[in-house]
């Protein structure tokens, strides 16, 4: 492959910080996370109460849904066309995912298919920020607020997106994010969970090691808690120093290097692809969001095409996603007519800071050549 669909952008920097922490011999959850915690907080613009890191995103998710009380006999609403992540960590609970169509114009949770599938055991609802956008989250909330429901946001393509002047995570009620190897930022692997209620917070901090109670003040201080109480289901979902110390010099970069390179190449490719009559492009509001990846949709049945002729080139792309609804264990009766079609239309093509001008243009030629 001659140009890479994402890539973890590292420097001699994140080296540096690893190399510090194992010369410490100190490996586990300690200082490093907790000062990741107060520099992703000031971030956020949030108190460092309101946030904490844990191993994935799917762990942020799974303890997101427990803290929240969701757990066997509720269901939760989330759009079908997500990674399989959202939905794993849903069912890991013990509750339901109840798969819903998404708008055809942006790939977001579509509300009128979300109402249809509402039931006495609806608990939650789960939107995802596809490729770093929100759409109206103002209507999310309002439905959620209508309808009583718990809102897990799955941010994990959305760190650094702004909504209503405010960042993802810094406002709404329970929010998510990835620090996996191609997300925005990346701590290796890693995830952060960040809500107002400082009771979902204080849950996860002792939920993500083990349920022992007040752990996580301990660790800080590189020590541990012998005499400990547990009160509710834990798992061993908490975040490493090593993966802290790579995340730290990450979030460093973000506003200089990360985010600007990837608005740069995503605006590019809009005017390039928004004269194309083959090609649509998701409504997206390119000044605000920060984008993970760049699906776009390419009409009139030649999507295979492209996609083989980009392969060809050693252009690297993606299907963002086989929908669940797809999968042998979250098959679903309800209907998902845009979901299908954009199953068919999507190709996800190269986004990632390291792409040169060079690549670009590249791939804006072939996929010309097939108008
Ligand atoms: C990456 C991702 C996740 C899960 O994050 P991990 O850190 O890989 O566990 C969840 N949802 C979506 C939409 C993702 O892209």
């Not at 309002?142 to 994990?156: N, Y």
């Amino acid at each position: 492959m001659i140009i890479r669909l994402s890539k973890s952008v590292l420097s001699g920097q994140e080296v540096e910080a690893v190399q510090a922490v194992l010369e410490k011999e100190f490996l586990g959850m300690g200082p490093e996370v907790m000062a990741f915690e107060k520099e992703l907080a000031s971030y956020l613009d949030l108190p460092t109460t309101a946030v904490s890191c844990v191993n994935t995103g799917t762990s942020a998710l799974h303890l997101a849904l427990q803290a929240a009380g969701i757990g066997a006999g509720d269901e939760v609403l989330v759009p079908s066309l997500t990674y399989v992540a959202s939905f794993q960590a849903i069912s890991a609970t013990g509750a339901k995912p109840i798969a819903c169509d998404v708008n055809l114009d942006d790939a977001l949770l579509d509300l009128h298919s979300a109402k249809q599938y509402l039931s006495s055991k609806t608990k939650a609802i789960m939107p995802v920020h596809y490729a770093g956008h929100v759409g109206n989250l103002n209507a999310v909330y309002e439905f959620a607020q209508e309808h009583q429901l718990r809102v897990i946001e799955d941010a994990a393509h959305a760190f650094g997106s702004v909504y209503a002047d405010k960042k993802i995570g810094a406002q709404g009620d329970i929010v998510c994010f990835s620090f996996d190897g191609i997300k925005n930022i990346t701590s290796g692997e890693g995830g952060l969970v960040c809500s107002s209620d400082p009771q979902i917070i204080s849950h996860i901090a002792d939920a993500r090691l083990l349920g022992v109670a007040g752990d996580s003040m301990q660790r800080y201080k590189k020590e541990r808690s012998w005499d400990f109480e547990v009160y509710h289901q834990g798992w061993r979902y908490h975040m490493s120093d090593i993966m802290a110390a790579i995340g730290r010099v990450q979030l460093q970069r973000f506003e200089k290097e990360f985010k600007p390179r990837r608005q740069e190449i995503a605006i590019y490719y809009r005017s390039k692809f928004e004269s194309m009559p083959h090609i649509r492009l998701l409504n997206s509001d390119v000044n605000s969001v920060v984008p993970h990846i760049f699906p776009i949709r390419i009409l009139n049945n030649k999507r295979d095409t492209i996609q083989h002729a980009l392969q060809a080139a050693g252009v690297g792309v993606g299907l963002h996603y086989k929908p669940n609804h797809r999968l042998n264990f979250y098959q679903s009766d309800n209907a998902f007519p845009n979901t299908e079609r954009l199953y068919q239309e999507l190709l996800t093509i190269p986004l990632h800071p390291d792409l040169s001008a060079s690549d670009v243009e590249h791939i804006v030629d072939i996929i010309k050549n097939y108008n």
